[in-house]
């Protein structure tokens, strides 16, 4: 079946230093929501991507939706300890079957 | 307040029983999913529902069952032929633009 591959599996940086995780089709995708999944808590909407190329920000935050549509990407500049959690993106097949990426732990170690 | 209820928070099975989540929404959603997440993994869907009286299988339905026999309700069975099923166990619902998602339930076989 389909599948959403993210790398890394796990990131740790140091306060202050930039963060980017990668995510991968092996098929076209209509579109690309980004996740964020706090230690212990449930995942909760960031962003959604429909264009190709497509770049959106939020403060920190830089999305990216590939040419091609098979990828995307989350960049977070200065990182604070704030972001650390978990970051999936995910695709939808169809209108309602979602398909979540496999993740990316972010550690930030003050 | 409007969400996503998720019952109970914490489980605990003994093998070879069955036992059922819960989760109710109020957010007048058509469309309701489980996702089952490993410590430390990405999300991996069930099953969903479209519609009251209609789900179909995620890509790892085995020795699950569910039911929507209201719009609100969409409980899910973790039946004895789940082999695995020590896990955090997330609700969802969708809305315009994304889903949204329950606190989880934590299943642990004993």
């Known amino acids: ?110 | 307040d409007g969400g996503i209820t998720q019952s109970p928070k914490y489980l605990f099975r003994k093998e070879g029983q069955n036992v059922t989540l819960s989760c109710e929404q109020n957010l007048n959603h058509d469309a309701m999913y489980w996702y089952r997440q490993d410590p430390g993994q990405g999300l991996r869907l069930i099953y969903y529902s479209q519609i009251v009286n209609d789900f179909q299988k995620g890509d790892i339905a085995e020795g699950y069952s569910v039911s929507r026999e209201k719009k609100e309700s969409f409980p899910l069975t973790v039946t004895s032929a789940q082999k695995n099923p020590t896990a955090f166990y997330l609700c969802a619902s969708k809305g315009p633009r994304t889903i949204y998602f329950g606190e989880g339930s934590w299943l642990t076989v004993v």
């Not at chain 1, 929501?33 to 264009?51: A, D, M, N, S, T």
């Not at chain 1, 920190?60 to 990828?71: I, V, W």
């Open chain 1, 1 to 110: 079946g389909q599948q959403v591959m993210q790398i890394p599996q796990y990131q740790h940086v140091q306060e202050g230093e930039d963060f980017t995780t990668y995510c991968n089709s092996s098929t076209t995708l209509s579109n690309i929501q980004w996740y964020k999944q706090r230690p212990g808590g449930h995942p909760v909407f960031l962003i959604q991507l429909v264009k190709s190329g497509e770049v959106k920000k939020q403060k920190r935050l830089t999305f990216q939706f590939g040419e091609a549509k098979k990828n995307s990407s989350l960049h977070i500049t200065a990182t604070q300890t704030t972001d650390v959690g978990t970051y999936f993106c995910a695709m939808v097949s169809g209108t309602y079957k979602y398909i979540f990426g496999t993740g990316t732990r972010l550690k930030v170690l003050a």
